[in-house]
């Protein structure tokens, strides 16, 4: 079964930065087949999609963050990284990473929640102005 822990979420000012990280562990993960998304949620808000990568390496983010947050992962230990920057009070949320098993991102698709197989718990992400 494919698990998901996030971590590096905290408190910043605004303009400043984050970086998440996503580890991926457990039986079932494709190393060349998947999906992983970034999700946020805020209290009484549904789940909102942030951004994806796939195992092509597509990238998928949505406008409101595509031009602050950014993808890195190291593939060996299954770590997958969101680089958030100049952060904005309204970024504040607990995100949360999830996976689709065999399976690719797509742009018109990649932010259903209801499309992913595994979820991690979350870590909150917190901008002050």
């Known amino acids: 079964q494919v698990q998901l822990s996030e971590s590096g979420g905290g408190s910043v000012q605004a303009g400043g930065s984050l970086r998440l990280s996503c580890t991926v562990s457990?039986?079932?993960?494709?190393?060349?087949?998947?999906?992983i998304g970034w999700f946020r949620q805020t209290p009484g808000k549904e789940r909102e999609g942030v951004a994806a990568i796939d195992s092509d390496d597509d990238k998928y983010a949505a406008d409101s963050v595509k031009d602050r947050f950014e993808f890195s992962r190291e593939n060996i230990q299954r770590i997958f990284y969101l680089n958030m920057n100049d952060l904005k009070p309204e970024d504040s949320a607990v995100y949360y990473c999830?996976?689709?098993?065999?399976?690719?991102?797509?742009?018109?698709?990649?932010?259903?929640?209801?499309?992913?197989?595994?979820w991690g718990h979350g870590t909150q992400v917190t901008v002050s102005a």
């Open positions: 999830a996976a689709r098993i065999k399976a690719r991102c797509f742009r018109d698709d990649y932010d259903r929640p209801q499309l992913y197989n595994a």
């Open positions: 457990g039986s079932g993960f494709v190393d060349d087949w998947f999906c």
